[in-house]
């Protein structure tokens, strides 16, 4: 038997947010081998014991939408206290400046963080490629690869700058050949189609109104052609669906369906300004929905419709979105204000502690395409979050699933990403927190003087 092959149970959680593995789950290699009742013991051979009795247990948790080279914005106050629009022109001259080795540092920085808050999965959305930042998705990949976290990176793009009536300097946009054949050499170089895959790459336009209309149809043929994902941000504002309306005579859903974006291939960032008629579109399609409740809170976007759009059939998951607008990368937190934030639009009853946990592992997996991850079940990939309820805000907690929600759990005690614990004691594995830190901050102070 060789090393590689030794089975580990995770034993007896406080907690879990899945029933059927109550007694924990038992690890060979980088998959879930059994999930274990309640009070049994495991029927498969047991090598290592991980003693869960003070941990909760949580698939680990899946963010569907993020800008990682914002971290490096960070309540920047140039941008503070604007709707998106004006936020957004505000940065870009900001960003236009970035260069590989300031978005290496974003993505570990970002990666590490949604690492420690119980994210084993990470959805990146990069679309400024300028001069100096033509491999933005190579230097992502090689990050998350040496982190070990499971990565879903997108290669974003714009292609209307200001000289065409765009938001975006003319700096950071290209040319549709480029960015096409760009997008192809990323899927022929790293995209893992197969179950497990730790890298996938899926192809993600700015949004429908930065790029231009052949662009967005040639980019869904070559995500068909490819069998990779699409991804794009949607009806975020309603300054959004007034520009579409005077620019294309159509609403934000209309227009995407006009470009051949309808369907199960497409999730999309926010989704908040859809009509009754869109959202049973939506689910007919089975198109999914990253809903990013801090973002929609800070720039005063709205308020997502989750329920009807679950009901309707579309796939909801929960994200954290660019640091610069949330701006914080932590998915735990995240959780809490998708819960506070559905509040405010359903009844109580309506919004539970278990709806959230469920948007932010299966409903954000379905988002990304996988059922792979995102659950405990026997063939699912080993990803984990297990967090401690020994912190002075647990303290008198009864219910531990609920606390994580309610009390406000944003750091997780252990993450294991494909059978690999990545977060050990609360610290990222292998990675110096504090030199990170120091040269990140650096990175974003050089990045901010070069304006
Ligand atoms: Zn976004």
């Not at 089975?286 to 990013?292: K, P």
């Not at 759009?309 to 998915?331: I, K, Q, W």
């Not at 204000?337 to 359903?346: N, T, V």
Request: aromatic fraction near 6%.
């Amino acid at each position: 038997m060789t090393e590689t092959k030794r089975t580990l149970w995770i034993r007896q959680p406080l907690a879990c947010s899945d029933a059927a593995a109550a007694g924990g789950v038992v690890i060979q290699s980088e998959r879930i081998i059994e999930a274990v009742a309640d009070g049994a013991r495991p029927q498969s051979r047991v090598d290592d014991v991980f003693d869960a009795g003070n941990h909760v247990l949580l698939p680990g948790l899946v963010n569907t939408h993020h800008h990682v080279y914002q971290t490096l914005t960070r309540a920047y106050s140039p941008a503070l206290n604007k709707p998106l629009f004006p936020w957004l022109t505000t940065l870009y001259d900001v960003w236009a400046n970035l260069d590989e080795p300031q978005l290496a540092l974003a993505s570990e920085l970002a990666m590490v963080e949604l690492l420690m808050s119980g994210c084993t999965t990470v959805a990146d959305h990069h679309y400024v490629f300028s001069g100096a930042l033509t491999h933005a998705i190579d230097v992502q990949v090689e990050t998350a690869r040496r982190l070990g976290v499971r990565a879903a990176l997108t290669r974003g793009s714009m292609s209307l700058g200001r000289d065409a009536g765009g938001l975006p300097p003319q700096s950071v946009v290209q040319d549709e050949r480029t960015i096409l054949d760009d997008s192809q050499r990323l899927i022929d170089r790293y995209h893992e189609p197969d179950d497990g895959a730790m890298t996938r790459i899926a192809l993600a336009p700015c949004s429908p109104f930065s790029v231009s209309r052949e662009l967005m149809q040639e980019t869904a043929r070559l995500a068909e052609s490819n069998d990779v994902r699409l991804h794009t941000h949607l009806a975020e504002t309603a300054d959004e669906t007034a520009f579409c309306q005077q620019q294309f005579g159509l609403r934000p859903l209309d227009y995407l369906e006009a470009c051949g974006w309808l369907s199960d291939r497409t999730w999309l960032a926010h989704g908040i300004h859809f009509d009754d008629d869109e959202i049973v579109r939506l689910g007919r399609a089975g198109t999914g929905i990253a809903h990013c409740p801090s973002s929609n809170m800070v720039l005063g976007s709205g308020l997502c419709r989750t329920l009807e759009l679950e009901a309707a059939g579309a796939p909801v998951g929960l994200a954290v979105d660019g640091s610069a607008s949330n701006d914080h990368s932590n998915l735990a937190e995240e959780m809490r204000q998708a819960l506070l934030l559905g509040r405010l639009r359903y009844a109580p009853g309506e919004i539970t502690h278990e709806t959230v946990i469920r948007w932010a592992t299966q409903g954000s997996a379905r988002c990304l395409g996988r059922d792979d991850i995102g659950g405990l079940a026997a063939g699912q990939q080993a990803d984990l979050a297990l967090f401690r309820l020994d912190e002075a805000r647990f303290s008198g907690a009864e219910n531990p699933l609920a606390a994580l929600l309610l009390c406000g759990a944003h750091r997780a005690d252990r993450v294991m990403v494909a059978g690999r614990w990545r977060v050990t004691d609360g610290e990222p594995c292998d990675v110096d927190l504090s030199e990170l830190l120091a040269r990140h901050s650096q990175a974003a102070r050089r990045l901010r003087e070069a304006l």
